[in-house]
């Protein structure tokens, strides 16, 4: 998930089926970047030659105004056609009825080359509701230079190596921290403490709907943080960030002065742009394991998709469909890949359909995407249940209330459990 701009930044033309009587306009709501948007207006215009009757506007908005934006225009002539959106919105936006079921036969060509999980986190009570676009997952990053510098021979794997490696990388006298917090941002926030959790064998939700956040496994996740602040390895004033990865956080590990953080694949280009040749210092590894962990790292997975307004006319709504079913399919992009697939490997995003990992096989091969690839078949899916803007938006509070020195980890666990149990309850209503 590469995170952006705004501004409505052009149109592209494409369309619907021969005999149309009139031109049939469509909009497609993202939070992509200029250049990636550009990517999807010239797929767009791909398109166009076969379907001259359909105009397809591309909107760029913010990631932080996406899901207002969305709401703010569900219905009407002036509301999105199609959206790509978090998955952890679907079950608030479907029980709003603003989304359209996708049609029958592009539902079982995604049930036959989308892998099952992403399937289900695309879907809400039993209902799939349209096309599961990218992956996302965490890992440990490092820069290898600084772990040279400190002696540290190879990235930790547990999390009594992860605490020595970050004790070893802080320097008070350098403006050096250990391991990067990030504040200031949801997704950043929760993201890197969900796949700590996972590695401790502990989840955010459990399979019965319920916060897990009062766990064993996750009091000592709340514990770790609370030391890393404690003992000056992590200093959270170094970690503000925005959902475009501006910020503190970003600047201090692109000059060297953090030796270690839990980031998402899609950030990869950020990272390139502001280091340089320096780029090659950083190296990417699996999420350390806790003491109640199975020998495994769990890295937390989430996905996006892209969506249809149930609302917009069924003109529009054939369109729409039509035009996704295209863009995500093995013929709109290079090598039997589709055209997503080709916009989402240009932001270093892992594609989710199957047959786009055989196409673009040469480009997930760099060691950096390839780390997190490795990661996929024990990746944990972060929950998709009703209330979960509302549930990350409260877990960040009281984790950043740790970082800060406003709660203690005990008492981070048990009001983050208490207010959690409360938003999904009512939510559920």
């Known amino acids: 998930m590469r995170l952006s701009i705004t501004g409505v930044v052009g149109l592209g033309l494409a369309m619907i089926p021969a005999g149309a009587m009139a031109d049939t306009n469509i909009s497609f709501l993202t939070h992509w970047a200029p250049d990636t948007v550009a990517k999807l207006e010239a797929a767009a215009t791909a398109y166009s030659k076969d379907h001259p009757d359909v105009k397809v506007t591309v909107r760029a908005v913010p990631f932080g105004d996406l899901l207002t934006t969305l709401r703010a225009s569900g219905g009407g002539a002036g509301g999105a056609t199609i959206a790509g959106i978090y998955n952890a919105w679907l079950p608030d936006l479907a029980k709003d009825k603003l989304l359209a079921p996708i049609p029958d036969d592009m539902g079982t060509e995604v049930k036959a080359d989308w892998p099952a999980g992403i399937v289900g986190a695309s879907s809400t009570g039993g209902v799939l509701y349209g096309f599961p676009n990218e992956i996302d997952l965490y890992a440990l ?123 998402a694949n899609w950030w990869e280009s950020a990272l390139k742009s502001g280091m340089g040749d320096k780029f090659a210092d950083i190296a990417t590894a699996p999420i350390p394991v806790g003491p109640h962990g199975d020998g495994k790292a769990h890295s937390i997975s989430y996905s996006w998709m892209t969506v249809v307004n149930a609302k917009a006319s069924g003109d529009e709504q054939k369109a729409a469909w039509d035009f996704l079913s295209w863009l995500n399919g093995p013929k709109s992009g290079p090598n039997g890949g589709s055209a997503m697939g080709d916009i989402l ?59 800060f020195g406003k709660e203690s980890a005990a008492d981070a666990s048990s009001g983050a459990q208490t207010d959690a149990a409360a938003i999904l309850s009512k939510a559920a209503q």
């Open 345 to 403: 490997i240009s932001m270093g995003i892992l594609p989710s359909r199957t047959s786009d990992s055989a196409a673009f096989a040469d480009k997930l091969s760099d060691p950096f995407l390839k780390a997190y690839l490795d990661e996929v078949p024990d990746a944990k899916p972060f929950p998709v249940v009703l209330g979960g803007q509302e549930f990350s938006e409260s877990l960040q509070q009281h984790l950043e209330a740790v970082q």
């Open 141 to 263: 990053n490092y820069n290898k230079k600084l772990f040279d510098a400190a002696g540290i021979k190879a990235p930790p794997k547990t999390w009594d190596e992860f605490m020595a490696a970050a004790k070893a990388l802080s320097d008070k006298s350098k403006g050096q921290q250990g391991f990067g917090l990030i504040n200031s941002w949801t997704a950043g926030v929760i993201h890197p403490f969900a796949s700590l959790l996972a590695s401790n064998g502990g989840e955010l939700v459990g399979s019965d709907g319920k916060p897990k956040l009062d766990s064993d496994q996750s009091k000592e996740t709340f514990a770790a943080y609370e030391s890393l602040v404690k003992n000056g390895y992590s200093d959270p004033t170094m970690g503000t960030s925005d959902a475009n990865t501006t910020g503190p956080f970003l600047d201090n590990f692109v000059s060297g002065k953090t030796g270690m953080i839990i980031m």
